[in-house]
């Protein structure tokens, strides 16, 4: 089994990564610890205030950064076609590095079209290996569309067993854009790890709820980025490929859609609004 997906400008990128929002300064041997076992993948943003923490465990791990595939995002606060260029150039200062493998508009606040523009001119200058979004419905998908030359390779959503995303799912197939899963636990949703679907599933693998999350994930061909400060939980979120889900079972997952999320809503017109003003 393939632990990579190939993008849709031909560059691999690991199917598990590793999410780094919230990881703190004093967990930061979490991320070494994952570096050194087996995680190619980081996923952090500027908006994480941890790019410097991400550079640090790189150096400490001793593992090569060409063997690290790399993801930050500009911040709502940061659009706008000068403005994303330098916030680029920031992040590539406090990560260390002179490229990032794939550069994510962080939500498409207003000005997501000026911010793509930079970005597309800095993909093109070889700066980034793979550019995408995050947080975009099909209708900013749709706009983005008529004002770019280079489609999204991906777009990085909240998806968990509650928050499906099956139509855009199936939008970003069709388009060649990887979906993506953010928060795959829900941020450590405890009704997911005790709901009796996953649970029954888990033990007939002999594996997690969580992990079954992730094979579920998989199975509809989307990476997955889980957050863990634990080596034993690290451990699990990594050890998803050795077994894969019946129809039955993907068909018993689906109906567990509850269709919810919170404040940060990609549809809150407020919600865009108001994050361009918070760093
Ligand atoms: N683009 C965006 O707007 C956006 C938004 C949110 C998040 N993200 C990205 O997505 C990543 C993941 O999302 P998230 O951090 O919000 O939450 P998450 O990955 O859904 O859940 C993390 C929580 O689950 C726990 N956990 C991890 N592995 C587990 C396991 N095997 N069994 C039981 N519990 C487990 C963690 O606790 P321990 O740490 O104690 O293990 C933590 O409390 C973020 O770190 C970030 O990189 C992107």
Redesign the pocket.
Known sequence: MSENYILNNGVEMPKV???????QED?AD?IVYALQNGYKS????S??HNEEMIASAIKKSGIDRKNIFL?T?VWNSDHGKKKTKKAFEESLKRLNTDYIDLY?I??PSPKYIESWKAIEELYKEGKIRAIGV??FEQKHLEKLEKFSTVTPAVN???T?PFKQQEQLHWYLKNKGILHE?????????QSL?NNEVLIEISKKYGK????VI?RWNLDREIA???????P???D??LDVFDFSLTNEEMKKIATLEQNTRGF?DPNNKLFLWITQFIN
């Open positions: 990564g590793l999410g780094v929002y919230k990881i967990q979490s980081l996923d952090t943003a908006f994480y993801t995002k994510l962080h939500w995050a947080n990085q959503i909240q968990n899963a953010w928060g795959p636990f829900g941020h450590g949703n790890f997690t709820p969580a992990q992730l997955v980025i889980p957050k863990s400060v634990s034993k939980r690290l699990q979120n940060n």
